[in-house]
């Protein structure tokens, strides 16, 4: 603890995995750089496997009125954005390196997928994440 009396533990360690906040930015469009955040607060990574988390967003985004034009969009990969403290992107909408972050098994906690307190992944579809892949061009 510092001499201010505020702790110097990173928030994404002083917090327990089983009550953890994440950021979900759900992508509309890549080339339009369509996205919006849900932020899930009081997750239990420990327990809450991938794809509980994709049918929470889900939930979200067929309930939620702000969600409304989000839901015409087939929505099927999880990859992470970053970490607490973690180096950001350049790339704004989603990082397009790292394919080793995509989330492939829906059965995985997401403690076992690396995710910690304040974590930010993208929640997406995949085949547009490929098409956008092979041509990064932004149309905005």
């Known amino acids: 603890m510092s001499s201010d009396g505020i702790s110097d533990v990173p928030v994404n360690l002083a917090v327990p995995k089983t009550d953890a906040t994440l950021t979900i930015r759900v992508i509309k469009s890549f080339e339009y750089r ?67 972050w995509i989330f492939e098994d829906d059965s995985k906690t997401l403690a076992e997928m690396g995710l910690e307190n304040e974590s930010e992944v993208s929640f997406f579809n995949r085949q547009s994440y490929e098409d956008f892949k092979q041509h990064p061009d932004t149309k905005w």
Do not use: C, F, M
Not at 42 to 59: A, D, R, Y
Not at 72 to 91: E, F, Q, R, S
């Open 34 to 100: 369509t996205e919006k955040s849900l932020v899930l607060h009081h997750v239990n990574l420990e327990t809450t496997t991938v794809g509980q988390l994709k049918e929470t967003v889900q939930q979200a985004i067929q309930t939620q009125p702000a969600w409304k034009p989000y839901r015409n969009v087939t929505l099927d990969t999880i990859k992470l954005y970053t970490k607490a403290h973690g180096a950001k992107t350049t790339n704004l909408i989603i990082n397009l390196d790292h394919d080793e």
